[in-house]
């Protein structure tokens, strides 16, 4: 079992900054991939990042790509999601995705309001 925490939410003026994080518990994180997804109000929830266990392969949806970093620090548990140049577009509710094989845990998600 995982049990997956994220922060960093808020709100930021088009054109800045955020860095979201996703804290594990459980001694197995180094082997999971981890990914982030957003849902937006009347939308499905669609992919935004990933990152293999060993942080050698990123995936990116094409809106995120040269603006959207996903990293991990597998010595914190942790996985973080450094947006720049935010777009009103990139609001959403923000989650953090954890799976090996066939088990998968989702996050309670955290609020991320980019204002035009």
């Known amino acids: 079992q995982v049990h997956l925490v994220e922060s960093g939410g808020g709100l930021v003026q088009a054109g800045g900054s955020l860095r979201l994080s996703c804290e594990a518990s459980?001694?197995?994180?180094?082997?999971?991939?981890m990914g982030w997804f957003r849902q937006a109000p009347g939308k499905e929830r669609e992919f935004v990042a990933a990152?293999?266990?060993?942080?050698?392969?990123?995936y990116y949806t094409d809106s995120v790509k040269g603006r959207f970093t996903i990293s991990r620090d597998n010595a914190k548990n942790t996985v973080y999601l450094q947006m720049n140049s935010a777009k009103p577009e990139d609001t959403a509710v923000y989650y953090c995705?954890?799976?090996?094989?066939?088990?998968?845990?989702w996050g309670q998600g955290t609020q991320v309001t980019v204002s035009s």
């Open positions: 995705r954890a799976v090996l094989a066939y088990q998968s845990y």
């Open positions: 459980g001694r197995t994180f180094s082997t999971y991939t």
């Open positions: 990152i293999s266990w060993s942080s050698v392969n990123t």
